[in-house]
């Protein structure tokens, strides 16, 4: 992997706030790395303002509605940035030969696309965009075994796990090369530790789920991200969305990785080893971490985060993870045991719930009840290619949709996680299940 020479970077999702970290992250950095291409959905003021500030050779802009208009801003700002449009345009900055870096922190499915363009077109790939391994994890992984192609985890806890791998060569080979449980055994590893702050309502009763408005949902007590990822945290599918992608990203089964709450945020992940020792990676909630080490990997660089203050410390905790609070931890477990068609499902109808109730359509404590609903309705299956992966999303979006549609308001907390279980392992022990 090049480190000295100049690195190319393209962003897809720069507009958001992995991609905004990115940026100043790359800020500090001049002379180690260049702006190769933007990309918004809609946001179109600030990927101007980012253009004007770092004249990348490319932007991309989803939207095409707002194309004309923007392209119009860029002639008469002087811009040399030539304006792409749509999910074609992504594809061309995720795979053109100049780009050696592709930061991937488009939010949703809406990133599987690009993202893996980057992936087979052999680039980099810092991976914030979970969905799109939580969705594809096979394909995904083994499109990472194409020549060139690293994939380098961004999301923290992740990023904090590779950290406390064994020795960056091997963790590396690891992550392109091994498959299934005895990748771990042979780094002795026992355990994979991923922890999770337990988001704002970890101490709300149960009761007033249903109240939660969408402000105090993406009001997390530690981070600052986009609105969906705030509200996977406060329903803790985050934490499972993560779990899923831990299984493909480090190629165990999801028995090998337990999810341990810590509220501080200090702590981002550890490893178990088999002889007692426990690794974990300490630092402020604070993505510009994780993005500097994916970005400078296998070296270092400065991210600009502070250093931690150890005597301002209130004390570090730990607590199991409350699975009747947070049914989606338990669903995750089990999509991430059986894989197939049902982490595509969770997801999808995660995405759409997720957003209705971003809308005000939907109140908080339906989000779980749509997806369970979801899931119980689309019978398991294993998708083998790309098209059938969007197939499966598509049709778990069009029934979570009308779910929330026919229900609005009146949707109840009726169907519980141990009945989805037996739902779920009965359908999937009709099929070949992959583990
Ligand atoms: N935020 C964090 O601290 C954090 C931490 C770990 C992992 N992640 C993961 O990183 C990803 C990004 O999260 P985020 O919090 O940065 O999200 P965000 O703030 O909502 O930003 C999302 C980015 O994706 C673009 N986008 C949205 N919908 C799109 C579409 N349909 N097509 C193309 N581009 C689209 C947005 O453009 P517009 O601005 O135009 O909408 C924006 O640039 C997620 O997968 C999340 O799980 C985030």
Request: hydrophobic share 45%; charged share 20%; aromatic share 4%.
């Given at each position: 992997?090049?480190?000295?020479?100049?690195q190319?970077?393209?962003?897809?999702?720069?507009?958001g706030?992995?991609?905004?970290?990115?940026?100043a992250?790359l800020?500090?950095?001049p002379?180690r790395?260049?702006?190769?291409?933007?990309?918004?959905?809609?946001?179109?003021?600030?990927?101007?303002?980012?253009?004007?500030?770092?004249?990348?050779?490319?932007?991309?802009?989803?939207?095409?509605?707002?194309?004309?208009?923007?392209?119009?801003?860029?002639?008469?700002?002087?811009?040399?940035?030539?304006?792409l449009?749509?999910?074609?345009?992504?594809?061309?900055?995720?795979?053109?030969?100049?780009?050696?870096?592709?930061m991937?922190?488009?939010v949703?499915?809406?990133?599987?696309?690009?993202?893996?363009?980057?992936?087979?077109?052999?680039?980099?790939?810092?991976?914030?965009?979970?969905?799109?391994?939580?969705?594809?994890?096979q394909?995904?992984?083994?499109a990472?075994?194409?020549?060139?192609a690293?994939?380098?985890?961004i999301d923290?806890?992740?990023n904090a796990?590779?950290?406390?791998?064994?020795?960056?060569?091997?963790s590396?080979?690891l992550?392109?090369?091994?498959?299934?449980?005895a990748?771990?055994d042979k780094?002795?590893?026992?355990?994979?530790?991923?922890t999770?702050?337990g988001?704002?309502?970890?101490?709300l009763p149960?009761?007033?789920?249903?109240?939660?408005?969408?402000?105090?949902?993406?009001?997390?007590?530690?981070?600052?991200?986009?609105?969906k990822?705030s509200?996977?945290s406060?329903?803790?599918?985050?934490?499972?969305?993560?779990l899923?992608e831990?299984?493909?990203?480090?190629?165990c089964a999801a028995?090998?990785v337990?999810?341990?709450?810590?509220?501080?945020?200090?702590?981002?992940?550890?490893v178990e080893?088999?002889?007692?020792?426990?690794?974990?990676?300490?630092?402020h909630p604070d993505?510009?971490?994780?993005?500097?080490?994916?970005?400078?990997?296998?070296?270092?660089m400065?991210?600009?985060?502070?250093?931690?203050?150890?005597?301002?410390?209130?004390?570090?905790?730990?607590?199991?993870?409350?699975?009747?609070?947070?049914?989606?931890?338990?669903?995750?477990?089990?999509?991430?045991?059986?894989?197939g068609?049902?982490?595509?499902?969770?997801?999808?109808?995660n995405?759409?719930?997720?957003?209705?109730?971003l809308?005000?359509?939907i109140?908080?404590s339906?989000?779980?009840?749509?997806?369970?609903?979801t899931?119980?309705?689309?019978?398991?299956?294993?998708?083998?290619?790309?098209?059938?992966?969007?197939?499966?999303?598509?049709?778990?979006?069009?029934?979570?949709l009308?779910?929330?549609?026919?229900?609005?308001?009146s949707?109840?907390?009726?169907?519980?996680?141990?009945?989805?279980?037996?739902?779920?392992?009965?359908?999937?022990?009709?099929?070949?299940?992959?583990?």
């Amino acid at each position: 992997m090049e480190t000295d020479s100049v690195q190319s970077v393209a962003i897809l999702g720069s507009t958001g706030s992995v991609g905004q970290n990115t940026l100043a992250v790359l800020a500090l950095h001049p002379e180690r790395y260049e702006l190769f291409a933007l990309s918004a959905n809609t946001s179109a003021d600030l990927l101007l303002e980012q253009c004007k500030q770092f004249h990348p050779r490319y932007a991309v802009l989803k939207d095409a509605s707002k194309a004309v208009g923007l392209a119009a801003r860029f002639k008469e700002q002087g811009l040399k940035t030539e304006l792409l449009v749509g999910e074609d345009g992504l594809s061309v900055i995720a795979s053109d030969d100049g780009v050696d870096t592709v930061m991937a922190a488009i939010v949703g499915g809406a990133g599987l696309s690009s993202t893996m363009a980057a992936v087979n077109a052999g680039k980099k790939v810092l991976l914030a965009n979970k969905e799109s391994l939580v969705m594809a994890g096979q394909l995904f992984m083994t499109a990472v075994e194409r020549p060139g192609a690293v994939l380098l985890p961004i999301d923290s806890e992740h990023n904090a796990i590779f950290q406390c791998m064994p020795d960056r060569t091997i963790s590396e080979d690891l992550l392109k090369t091994e498959s299934g449980v005895a990748s771990l055994d042979k780094l002795g590893i026992k355990k994979i530790l991923l922890t999770g702050s337990g988001g704002p309502f970890r101490q709300l009763p149960l009761l007033e789920f249903s109240l939660v408005t969408p402000s105090q949902a993406c009001a997390h007590p530690n981070w600052s991200m986009g609105k969906k990822i705030s509200v996977d945290s406060a329903t803790m599918m985050n934490k499972g969305l993560e779990l899923i992608e831990a299984c493909w990203m480090f190629s165990c089964a999801a028995d090998r990785v337990d999810i341990v709450v810590h509220p501080q945020s200090v702590i981002h992940s550890m490893v178990e080893y088999v002889d007692g020792s426990v690794l974990a990676q300490l630092g402020h909630p604070d993505m510009r971490t994780p993005i500097a080490h994916g970005l400078a990997f296998p070296s270092r660089m400065a991210s600009g985060v502070e250093s931690l203050s150890w005597s301002k410390m209130t004390g570090l905790t730990f607590e199991e993870p409350d699975t009747q609070r947070f049914p989606m931890l338990a669903l995750a477990r089990i999509a991430a045991t059986e894989r197939g068609s049902l982490p595509i499902v969770l997801n999808a109808a995660n995405e759409v719930a997720v957003d209705e109730f971003l809308h005000e359509r939907i109140k908080f404590s339906d989000i779980p009840v749509i997806i369970e609903r979801t899931v119980e309705k689309i019978p398991f299956e294993e998708p083998t290619s790309f098209e059938e992966i969007q197939q499966i999303d598509l049709r778990a979006r069009q029934l979570a949709l009308a779910s929330c549609t026919n229900n609005g308001h009146s949707v109840s907390l009726g169907t519980r996680v141990a009945k989805l279980h037996g739902a779920v392992t009965l359908n999937a022990t009709k099929h070949e299940v992959k583990h």
